[in-house]
């Protein structure tokens, strides 16, 4: 699952970064904000302020301000029960695409795990199948695993750069024909993780270096950067992939509640299975 989480996140955060110009928060804040706004109950289409503060782990005041920018730049709207996303804007060619992305990324996701013997014998519900459960069911495996992370990974930014370099790690390991585990040929550089994920390079490395030295999830090679076998290996890691690996079990059932067609995924990609993600 590991390979098939960070492909999911890398994937989601490279088009969103893309769209929201590498302002980690603001994407976070607008995919809660979608999350809620596709919900069927009036009451529930909207969240507050307060409400997203918790959910990100962020403080009230940045939270508000990125609600306050998101509502200038039209994408959102205060509503009665809290902010939500206006209804033109799931519309619009872009935001359109990144839903449609998501969606997608979330397909090849459970599709990937049913490969590996998740979900054997599994069937849906018997009811229609609504895209906007697979749209849901992303943003709700990226809050899991941000809400596993907290004591790890403090904020969206090192969890995204870790996943990345994690992704990018295997990646290269498996294109070198060694699908399990990865060393320092398989490094990625500071500078190809800033143009594949929209951020400045000087944030990157000034994040890299301090996952590196505080977290100690990551070990700077010659060629760039790696996840530390020895941090992989520790108590605290294993039971961070157990607890991320249990609440998205628990996503993935209710997408499969709500009609998700979990013994045939690939039936309901949209635009297809994403490209990957590519560092050069």
Known sequence: MTFLLAEMQTRINAAGLRSFEGDVDRFAIFSLIVRESLRRNPRGKAISTHSLAIS????????????????????????????LVRAEVLERPDIAAMMRLAHDSFVSFVEGLEQ????????????????????AASVD??????????TIHRNWLDLMLFSTVLYANLQRSRAAGQPFGFGPDHAVRPAALAEAMSLPETTVRRRLKLLVEEAGSLKRVAKG?????????????????????????????????????IDRPASVYIDGRPSAVQFV
């Open 56 to 83: 990100l782990s962020r403080s009230f005041e940045t939270v508000r301000r990125h609600v306050i920018a998101l509502t200038e730049a039209g994408l959102c709207v205060r509503g009665q029960y809290g902010v």
């Open 116 to 135: 590996l013997g998740e979900w054997s014998g599994a069937r849906p519900a018997a009811k229609p199948y609504d895209p906007q459960v697979g749209i």
């Open 141 to 150: 495996v990226m809050l899991a695993a941000v809400d596993s992370n907290r």
């Open 225 to 261: 950067y790696i996840v530390s076998d020895a941090w992989m290996a520790q108590p605290g890691a294993a039971e961070t992939s157990a607890r991320t690996y249990s609440n998205i079990r628990l996503i993935v059932t209710h997408a499969v509640a709500n009609g998700f067609p």
